[in-house]
């Protein structure tokens, strides 16, 4: 018989949803419908997601990553083509250029208490042949988008503002993903606004937003929707597109995560003043954004073990209690293909590399109680004291 492994029952899991009745209430509905691919509900959460940014027009897609490369393609970017991305970020950035034919230039962060794209390094990259930078909005906070926009528009190069983990969130007098040309967010299961998988995409040209909304289904003239209901039987293809498109099931989830993002943010903020005060307290450990108290969706609860302290060894203790955590994340520039196809290591990534080693992702969603950031603190300050008393010879 083959081993079988059981997952733990965790005491406090990594992420959660919010997801319940209202949620199930809608996707019934849609089956009941008969309709799944792309019609009234994906056209009602794109419009509902573009008011809630303030912006004309939204375009929904099947993930996060359909998002960021529907981006690159639209703006289009390929062979020879330089685009600068964060390496501390998920891997997907990179790759949507590196499918394209470009060549993902990998930036540093700024500090340790803010693990962003550094505009600074950012600048003494850019060459003649940079066509777009990219800045993900760690954790839910902010990137320094107003200097990135500022060095886009001197140089003449685009901005892709990654928001997979800022979904309405408001920086710099507008909504994170409406700063830069193109705006992409992901609605993956453990986002704070989810469909399981899902994305979104807005642009401020709108010209740009139909050539993303067209690609999205392999340039069609006209969906399967608009063509049953028309009762047009021919269709044209104007270009070379992609499936990336949602499903009616997810946009009706996501409709309803929508209404329920505002809530989820309030006690995500309660849980995260909860931890930092209680962090405070536990010496050499350091929590980013720890001082900000902007608009923030804090997506994430990361923080930086003390330097000397095996990280791996705090989470297997961690997980021996119950407590699952992670890392975001291991750099992009340190995968294998990443390593041996663009990193010349030419240009050094120094705070990455230092920030990195020491990264651990908390538990942190909207269904934890006050009682388990004290289980999760307490736990982590205990292995923390154990780790360095075996450090010590």
């Not at 960021?68 to 393609?73: I, Q, W």
């Not at 600074?120 to 906070?141: C, F």
């Not at 937003?209 to 067209?214: C, E, G, H, T, Y």
């Not at 119950?322 to 750099?331: D, F, K, L």
Request: one cysteine or more; charged letters at 20%.
């Amino acid at each position: 018989m083959p081993q079988t492994t059981t997952a733990p029952q965790w005491r406090v899991s990594l992420a959660d949803n919010t997801i319940d009745d209202e949620e199930i209430q809608a996707v019934t509905a849609v089956l009941r419908s008969r309709w799944l691919s792309p019609g009234p509900q994906t056209r009602a959460f794109e419009r509902d997601f573009a008011e809630a940014l303030g912006c004309p027009a939204a375009v929904a897609v099947s993930s996060g990553t359909a998002a960021l490369h529907l981006a690159v393609l639209a703006l289009g970017i390929g062979p020879g083509d330089e685009v600068i991305v964060p390496s501390l970020s998920f891997v997907a950035s990179a790759a949507m250029v590196a499918l394209q034919g470009g060549t993902p230039v990998f930036a540093d962060i700024r500090s340790e208490t803010d693990p962003t794209i550094d505009p600074a390094d950012v600048r003494r990259l850019i060459t003649d042949r940079t066509k777009a930078i990219v800045a993900m909005h760690y954790g839910g906070y902010p990137a320094d988008v107003a200097a990135l926009a500022e060095l886009a528009g001197e140089y003449g190069v685009a901005l892709i503002e990654d928001a997979a983990h800022a979904p309405v969130v408001k920086a710099a007098g507008a909504m994170l993903g409406t700063l830069g040309d193109v705006g992409c967010f992901s609605f993956f299961a453990t986002k704070n606004l989810t469909t399981g998988e899902g994305g979104m995409v807005v642009a401020r040209d709108p010209a740009l937003l139909d050539v993303i909304r067209a690609a999205r289904s392999h340039c069609l003239s006209s969906s399967t929707w608009d063509r049953l209901h028309s009762g047009a039987a021919d269709y044209d293809v104007a270009g070379i597109g992609l499936n990336y498109r949602p499903t009616e099931i997810a946009s009706a989830i996501g409709r309803i995560q929508l209404e329920k993002l505002a809530h989820d943010r309030r006690r995500r903020a309660v849980l995260t003043a909860a931890y930092r005060e209680r962090l405070a307290a536990v010496p050499g450990l350091v929590a980013p954004f720890a001082h900000y108290d902007g608009d923030s969706a804090r997506h994430l609860m990361a923080v930086l073990v003390p330097e000397g302290v095996a990280r791996n060894d705090v989470r297997s203790e961690l997980r021996e209690r119950g407590i699952q955590t992670s890392v975001h994340y291991r750099p992009t520039h340190h995968f294998t293909f990443y390593r041996e196809r663009f990193d010349s290591g030419e240009h050094p990534l120094p705070v990455t590399e230092a920030v990195a080693a020491r990264l651990l992702s908390l538990p942190l969603h909207a269904l934890m109680s006050d009682d388990d950031v004290a289980l999760v603190v307490d736990g982590l300050s205990e292995s923390i004291v154990r780790s360095s008393e075996r450090s010590i010879p």
